[in-house]
């Protein structure tokens, strides 16, 4: 048989994990998109129709293959050949043939598939996309909209220090707000302020980078946070301050359980008042997502919605005004 290859005409789209009801409510709720998938292989939702996507990338696609194309092989040698010809970089998205596709793998130029230490920089390489769909049948896409393999960033997790796992949505934000802004992670000199920050995991990472975090919440942090030098904390509820109460800070930050609507318009006062070039917030969506709104959101100059691999039902807004 030799080699085969299928040039395809649609696109498909590779959900977070477990988050395949989201994307598919976000496809129908958003984009006004009713039709189902042509084929699903696993998670990876393939649409025939391209024209129904342009300009489209769903907040809960991890990766999205632009241009993805069949392949029909011999063996393993046939396909790894075919995928270096065309570039260097391929991650697997394993969900059938999982012997077989390790096999294809090792035999690939080495790309990092393992957990990262933060803080980690993203290299902007080119990373191709592929699935094995039977032994001598893969999909594949050389364009993808990440940089990420299969889209995803995964950290190696402390179970001992940090006061709640909330500590990974905020290194995988630091982590894509300097993919996207270039933007340096914050560091010894740097001020932060953090709302809602109880019981502390964002504080936790910022003062392990060296920061000054000036923490508010009514309830306190950890103890080994309150005790922290570089933790100032005030008992308070954070959304009523002004930022002239806070002062001008390097960065702000919120995973604060509150109404959007809420969040938009403390985002507002805080963009408005010049005190701040940096912010990161989470976006908690209250039952069904309100798309306006979150257009709202996106439409604010130097800012970006995404999807991290460390939210469930919520999205995080960024602003970086350089």
């Not at 129904?52 to 907040?59: A, I, L, Q, S």
């Not at 991650?91 to 980690?120: S, V």
């Not at 709302?195 to 950890?222: I, K, S």
């Amino acid at each position: 048989m030799g080699i085969s290859v299928t040039e395809l005409e649609g696109i498909a789209f590779l959900p977070f994990i477990e988050q395949s009801a989201l994307l598919s409510s976000e496809l129908k709720n958003r984009f006004n998109i009713t039709s189902k998938p042509q084929k699903l292989y696993g998670d990876l939702m393939y649409f025939q129709d391209r024209a129904e996507f342009e300009g489209k990338e769903p907040y809960w696609a991890r990766t999205t293959m632009l241009k993805p194309f069949l392949l029909k092989f011999d063996s393993i040698s046939d396909a790894v050949n075919h995928l270096k010809s065309i570039q260097r970089n391929w991650a697997p998205y394993l969900y059938t043939c999982f012997r077989r596709a390790e096999l294809i793998q090792e035999k690939l130029p080495y790309i990092n598939l393992k957990e990262r230490q933060f803080p980690f920089s993203i290299p902007q390489s080119a990373m191709g996309l592929y699935a094995l769909i039977d032994e001598h049948t893969l999909i594949a896409s050389a364009q993808t909209t990440s940089f990420l393999p299969a889209g995803l960033l995964k950290f190696k997790e402390d179970h001992e220090n940090p006061p709640s796992r909330a500590y990974l949505k905020i290194q995988e934000s630091l982590t894509m707000a300097n993919l996207f802004y270039g933007v340096d992670f914050p560091h010894q000199g740097q001020k932060c302020f953090e709302a809602g920050a109880c019981p502390g995991g964002w504080t936790w990472v910022l003062v392990n980078q060296g920061a000054e975090v000036f923490a508010v919440d009514r309830a306190e942090l950890a103890p080994e946070l309150m005790k922290n030098p570089l933790v100032k904390f005030l008992a308070h509820d954070a959304f009523t301050l002004k930022p002239e109460d806070i002062g001008n800070v390097d960065w702000v930050f919120s995973d604060v359980i509150c109404y959007p609507e809420r969040l938009l318009k403390w985002i507002n006062e805080w963009m408005q008042s010049g005190k701040t070039k940096n912010m990161i917030c989470t976006i908690k969506m209250q039952g069904e997502i309100n798309w306006p709104l979150i257009n709202e959101f996106a439409s604010i100059p130097d800012s970006k919605i995404i999807h991290l691999n460390y939210n469930k039902h919520e999205l995080t807004w960024m602003w970086i005004h350089k």
